[in-house]
């Protein structure tokens, strides 16, 4: 069975800017959800889709924004880009979501913004 | 605010010694905590996890301690291995259901020396 994919891998930006990341799950996981990594405050939860419905949501602002499609892949969109917003952003699917020991990570996507 | 911190951001072994990975917390309400490991170019994978109702946990070579009233958790490797090199992530919740509710602390790499 394929792993979580992610595209691309690697991105670089300017500010102002605004990037879309894509995230390929698990066949037959329903669930996608987005982290932030980033030195200094380790993963941070972004967003959770389920069914094509944003289910749950962590403390970012607007400008971050996801979707998911009916095959479950899952996009995030970060528009006007900041150089704080420089990190590897990593989904991770799931069957059900409810239950962070049975997600599976993607490899990440690392981006640059300057 | 950190809830959860680990405050050794790396850490060398000698192969065959004993790891140990901290992590503290400030939140008295979590009651479920899990380590993820992550190597480089790879999303993090589940290693281990305890619940408030235990203080330790073992799964081979690796144990998981729980000092509640210090709120204070380690991850020991015994015996460390060069394959056991790789970021730790520390983890947790308060209620186990809802992948969004964890907090994750910023990592400790161990460097397992052959």
């Known amino acids: 069975k394929a792993g979580v994919t992610q595209t691309p891998r690697y991105l670089i930006k300017t500010r102002g800017q605004q990037v879309t990341l894509s995230c390929s799950p698990i066949?037959?996981?329903?669930?996608v959800s987005w982290y932030q990594q980033t030195p200094g405050q380790g993963l941070q939860f972004l967003f959770e889709?389920?069914?094509?419905?944003?289910?749950n949501k962590g403390n970012f602002p607007g400008r971050f924004s996801g979707r998911q499609f009916s095959n479950s892949r899952s996009e995030m969109n970060v528009s006007t880009l900041e150089l704080g917003d420089s990190a590897l952003y990593l989904c991770a699917s799931s069957l059900q979501g409810r239950n962070l020991e049975t997600q599976y990570f993607g490899p990440g996507t690392r981006l640059l913004v300057l | 605010d950190q809830q959860v911190k680990q405050n050794s951001p790396s850490l060398s072994v000698q192969e065959g010694r004993i790891s140990i990975l901290n992590c503290d917390y400030t939140n008295s309400m979590f009651d479920y905590f899990l380590w993820y490991k992550k190597y480089p170019a790879e999303g993090p994978t589940f290693l281990i996890s305890i619940s408030s109702i235990k203080d330790k946990n073992e799964d081979g070579r690796f144990t998981v301690f729980l000092n509640k009233s210090a709120k204070h958790l380690s991850l020991h490797i015994v015996p460390s291995q060069p394959g056991d090199s790789a970021v730790y992530f520390c983890a947790a919740s308060a209620g186990t259901s809802g992948t969004y509710k964890y907090i994750f602390g910023t990592g400790t790499r161990l460097k397992v020396l052959a």
């Open positions: 066949s037959g996981h329903r669930s």
């Open positions: 889709y389920f069914s094509e419905t944003q289910r």
